[in-house]
């Protein structure tokens, strides 16, 4: 390929130098942005979009360079375009698909932070809600990354949380031969007439496959959710 006199091959190889110079800047310039003397919110917004800013610039470098080398080829440089365009939509095409969907869900506030949620097999409560992802922290206090792509392609339950309500969670055991029915009535005239439960807020309870339940119940302070379970299994024990 004969290339014109502003495409010469010692170019070619500057565009291709400063497009390694240009990847090796950006990853320095995520790393250091973790040190900037800013808010540690404002610093974690940075960091998370240090890695699309990059990406961006990335692509519009390549295009730049696409257009250099076949300037005097308008219909590759066209098809060039094309090609690249494709690759990158191609290759972040789950990121982009998981950010639409987040748009959407937080803009419709389907769930927030604090919210108990089921996402197929996943149940547990909203800590973080990113760009891309939400965080759920499981019952069992592990963390679960899931897309929003994956939440909205799942039906979700939810059970809101209130200002000033503390949510609790856990498991409950019911004695043998106890009917489901009569556990759960007991469970709840428990909980309600608890002076630190939340007198609106009826518990939430999850039959569990090895037998009892999975009881959400909601305290008017967190210091004292661990008094409502009290309560909850005082009445279970002597019903």
Not at 60 to 86: E, S
Not at 203 to 219: I, K, Q, S, W
Not at 221 to 226: W, Y
């Amino acid at each position: 390929m004969n290339f014109p006199a502003e495409a010469s091959p010692l170019a070619l190889v500057f565009w291709f130098s400063g497009g390694v110079v240009l990847v090796v800047l950006l990853a320095g310039l995520g790393r250091l942005a973790r040190f900037l003397p800013i808010g540690r919110v404002r610093r974690e917004l940075v960091v998370r979009a240090a890695p699309l800013a990059g990406g961006a610039v990335t692509l519009g470098y390549v295009l730049l360079a696409t257009g250099f080398a076949l300037q005097d080829h308008p219909i590759a440089a066209a098809f060039g375009f094309g090609l690249v365009l494709i690759a990158g939509v191609g290759a972040s095409w789950f990121a982009i698909r998981d950010f639409v969907a987040g748009a959407f869900l937080r803009a419709e506030r389907v769930c927030q932070p604090g919210d108990v949620v089921q996402i197929g097999d996943i149940q547990g409560r909203v800590v973080r809600m990113g760009l891309r992802v939400m965080a759920v922290e499981t019952m069992k206090g592990d963390e679960a990354v899931i897309p929003y792509g994956l939440v909205a392609r799942e039906s979700l339950l939810r059970t809101a949380v209130s200002e000033g309500v503390a949510l609790h969670v856990f498991q409950l055991a019911v004695p043998n031969g106890m009917p489901g029915a009569q556990a759960k009535t007991v469970i709840r005239h428990a909980a309600l007439r608890s002076h630190f439960a939340s007198a609106v807020r009826e518990p939430v309870l999850r039959a569990r496959a090895e037998g009892g339940f999975e009881v959400t119940v909601f305290a008017l302070d967190a210091d004292r959710a661990a008094d409502v379970e009290a309560s909850v299994r005082d009445a279970i024990a002597r019903a």
